[in-house]
């Protein structure tokens, strides 16, 4: 397998082509001028201007992203400070550990229902955007624990304790050299819990109340009903757009740094 | 030990607050409305307890429902350590300083409506979609294209869920000591062997996470199946939805929620310790 790298490396390549397939796919069908997605009749740039008078697309692409906001921020937080709590041992960090792996693993359509019997039948929460913050951070968690947590276990404890002794108060420490070292972690938690909020169909299906249907949930009801809207296919692949973006803006940030500092990129 | 203790608690007990009463608390729940009797009311599970629930779901009717998942399950599972593993293996040894990068387009993809992709999929598998064309040029294409069938819901699948299976083998991948396959290779192994003697048991705890992340939701998954694969092909979590959104039987959607649990926690009982790194 080392001998031969450009076997591997073809392999890599077609993988990466069906993962890129369908969005390729999306971007070309976003500018067909018929509905169709399976038959590309002609070029026009109508789905765009329709997406951009849609209202009802525009209104939950809002309440959509102040849902992944709101959840990114809450389980960035608290599932930061829960990764630092699993730092060290002690006895019972066995039993945390099963806790928040559950999450990752329990199927999310009995996520969903459970926590539609929860809402509705024992704790009075009323559907909505209250019901479906609680449910979205409490799916998002254990992704920002499992990945800042692999970063804190990589850490050097040497580098805190260097800071320490020489004289740096505990939040000092942590604001100087632990809060760096863990930031990409942070970020990329972050972003893990933003885009699982961001993209969830089927628990947030269970818990949409009148008037606060997320994007997802808005795309799927009327999916099934005639199939997906080409001002979707459109949206799709804007936003697509705008993560390679940022993410050549990060690449090109990082690296100019890293040139003035002489050294090799490093970025998360 | 006690101070240790009590700070490693202090910062745990916002996720477990959370997780205890908007996890385990609807998921205690699931369980006590899972031996309700059936109302005619709207979505009303009341007592006296039953194992009518049980008995229902465990009618040999909803075998194939079963055993159809359990296929897409296994069968997604072992398609995406095909396609994960190569990509993971490649980042990790020749992605040099790109390897952020190549990971981060991993999941690029994945910054776009799950349901627009679904649909793309759609397109490109049915009767005049590009797969077909394509195939049709050196004369493999199917009548009507490769929509609403088996191997459709699978591709479905795997497509959705791959990324959770690349992450951990990397991060495995990444931990994993290339020098050793050198040494194989000087010590006269070939590439079978070497893969299977060296580089399997040293990644083995990503190889077991990335199963496990891929397998349960996999299996509880409604959407994907619904989508690509019609109405013929309804699975475990379809049928579970059903109960909650049309059926109105919540105590047979519950009993069917708590043995999808239970096979959950069988999985985590039989991995044991090994994937505990990387989960």
């Not at chain 1, 001028?33 to 399976?38: A, M, N």
């Given at each position: 397998m080392n001998r031969r790298p450009w076997v591997l490396g073809t392999v890599a390549a077609l993988v990466f082509v069906f993962l890129y397939a369908p969005i390729v796919w999306l971007a070309i069908a976003s500018f067909n001028?018929?509905?169709?997605?399976?038959r590309i009749s002609g070029v026009s740039t109508q789905w765009y201007e329709e997406l951009f008078r849609d209202t009802r697309v525009l209104e939950s692409l809002q309440l959509t992203l102040q849902l992944a906001l709101a959840s990114a921020v809450i389980s960035t937080v608290i599932g930061t400070l829960a990764a630092f709590g699993l730092r060290r041992a002690f006895p019972g960090r066995g039993l945390w550990t099963v806790l928040l792996s559950l999450p990752l693993v329990v199927p999310e359509v009995v996520m969903g229902v459970a926590m539609l019997g929860f809402f509705v039948k024992l704790a009075g929460i009323p559907l909505g955007f209250g019901a479906l913050l609680f449910a979205h951070v409490a799916f998002s968690l254990s992704f920002v624990v499992v990945v800042v947590r692999s970063r804190v276990s990589g850490m050097d404890v040497r580098m805190e304790e260097a800071a320490a002794d020489l004289g740096a108060s505990p939040l000092v420490v942590f604001r100087t050299v632990t809060l760096p070292l863990v930031a990409p972690a942070v970020v990329a938690g972050a972003a893990f819990a933003f885009l699982l909020s961001f993209d969830d169909v089927v628990i947030s299906s269970y818990l949409t109340g009148v008037g606060s249907t997320t994007l997802p949930v808005f795309v799927y009801a009327q999916a099934s009903k005639r199939g997906i809207s080409p001002e979707i296919v459109a949206l799709s692949t804007l936003m697509v757009a705008a993560t390679a973006l940022l993410l050549v803006i990060g690449v090109v940030v990082a690296s100019w740094r890293a040139r003035r500092a002489g050294s090799t990129a490093q970025l998360v | 030990m006690l101070r240790r203790w009590l700070k490693a608690n202090a910062l745990l007990t916002p996720t477990g607050l959370w997780l205890g009463i908007f996890l385990i608390a609807p998921l205690a729940l699931v369980v006590q409305f899972s031996f309700a009797t059936r109302d005619t009311g709207v979505a009303r599970a009341v007592l006296p307890w039953t194992t009518q629930a049980y008995l229902t779901a465990l009618d040999p009717a909803f075998l194939p429902i079963f055993g159809r998942t359990l296929v897409y399950a296994v069968a997604t599972t072992v398609a995406c350590l095909v396609l994960g593993f190569p990509l993971a293996w490649f980042i990790a040894?020749?992605?040099?300083?790109y390897r952020t990068v190549l990971l981060a387009a991993v999941l690029i993809?994945?910054?776009?409506?799950y349901l627009a992709r679904i649909y793309a999929w759609k397109a490109l598998l049915d009767g005049e979609g590009l797969v077909n064309t394509v195939l049709g040029w050196v004369g493999l294409d199917r009548d009507g294209?490769?929509?609403?069938t088996h191997g459709a819901v699978v591709l479905g699948l795997t497509y959705g869920f791959l990324p959770f299976m690349v992450l951990p083998l990397y991060v495995a991948c990444e931990r994993f000591d290339f020098r050793l396959v050198e040494a194989s290779y000087d010590l006269g192994h070939g590439r079978v062997s070497t893969f299977f003697r060296i580089v399997l048991p040293g990644v083995l705890t990503g190889v077991l996470a990335g199963s496990l992340l891929v397998l349960v939701p996999a299996a509880g998954d409604f959407v994907t199946p619904k989508l690509?694969?019609?109405?013929?092909?309804?699975t475990f979590g379809s049928v579970i939805d059903d109960q909650f959104r049309?059926?109105?039987n919540w105590p047979l959607g519950s009993a069917m929620a708590v043995l999808l649990l239970v096979l959950v926690v069988l999985v985590l009982v039989l991995r044991g310790k090994r994937g505990e790194d990387v989960l």
């Open positions: 001028s018929s509905r169709s997605l399976s | 040894r020749h992605g040099g300083r993809p994945f910054w776009s409506s294209g490769f929509l609403l690509l694969g019609g109405v013929d092909q309804s049309g059926g109105n």
